[in-house]
């Protein structure tokens, strides 16, 4: 899925150079039929870049070398191309995460306002963890009145950003370190805010459990999207709510239906 942040033609397919061991752990989470097609032949064209991925992340070796095996024609350096634009355009979220001054610039970011986080509960002196923080617009957000935040993110060129971002904003109460949802690095009950922000739902539960984990009794777990134009009909989703959540709503700048979600511990 495209979400229309690059213009693909603009970029080197040598992006892929940049990207880690999470990043393309996730794309092979991908089993979209034309994206796989697609992706083999801009990879069978490079031989280099392959060589690279599967040594970056060898436990999905198996998935970029049975690409190759699937692009056996020969294809001119046009059709190559063509199926490298195809792919960065379908790897937006990528490419942006390995050029974060663009992340930084995207409207779900620029027109988001930091209250929407703020009015949710009280974060004054808390104790706050931010996962997959990206370029840092909740927990800078956050540490405005926060005691301390730990900004947590798997991508390696973003966590290098928001280190320099945060020298330079001079927020010491900030510390950025690597980690996952699904696996977060520290002790039970640590937390009195555990917060995400498009980051919370590939797996619900197991997520969930985790964040649960880390946060004190009491403490608070939010969802908070930033801006965006989508229209959603069908209303939050049900998922949350399934697992207890409650939910704000309010109309975005971009005039988007956004949801946010939130849940006390007990």
């Not at 999905?60 to 020969?74: M, V």
């Amino acid at each position: 899925m495209s979400y229309g942040w690059i213009d693909a033609k603009q970029f080197s397919f040598n992006t892929l150079l940049l990207m880690d061991r999470w990043i393309f752990c996730t794309i092979a989470k991908n089993q979209r039929q034309e994206f796989r097609r697609r992706l083999g032949i801009a990879l069978a064209g490079n031989p280099a870049i392959l060589w690279y991925i599967v040594n970056k992340c060898p436990e999905q070796a198996g998935y970029y070398r049975a690409l190759i095996q699937d692009a056996s024609e020969d294809y001119s350096n046009d059709e190559v191309r063509d199926c490298e634009v195809y792919v960065l355009d379908a790897l937006d979220w990528a490419v942006v995460y390995v050029y974060p001054e663009i992340m930084d610039t995207l409207g779900y970011i620029t027109e988001w306002d930091s209250e929407r986080l703020l009015s949710i509960t009280d974060f004054t002196n808390k104790t706050v963890l931010d996962i997959g923080s990206g370029t840092g617009r909740l927990a800078i957000a956050a540490a405005t009145v926060a005691k301390t935040v730990y900004a947590s993110e798997p991508v390696d060129r973003l966590r290098e950003y928001m280190r320099e971002k945060v020298k330079r904003l001079d927020l010491n109460k900030v510390y950025v370190i690597d980690g996952k949802i699904e696996s977060i690095p520290f002790q039970d009950e640590f937390f009195d805010i555990v917060m995400s922000g498009h980051t919370f739902g590939d797996d619900y539960e197991v997520e969930l459990r985790e964040m649960m984990r880390v946060t004190k009794p009491g403490g608070y777990i939010i969802d908070c999207p930033g801006e965006d134009d989508r229209k959603r009909p069908e209303g939050p989703d049900k998922e949350p709510l399934k697992l207890g959540f409650q939910y704000l709503y309010y109309t975005s700048k971009l005039g988007g239906d956004v949801y946010r979600y939130w849940k006390q511990k007990s």
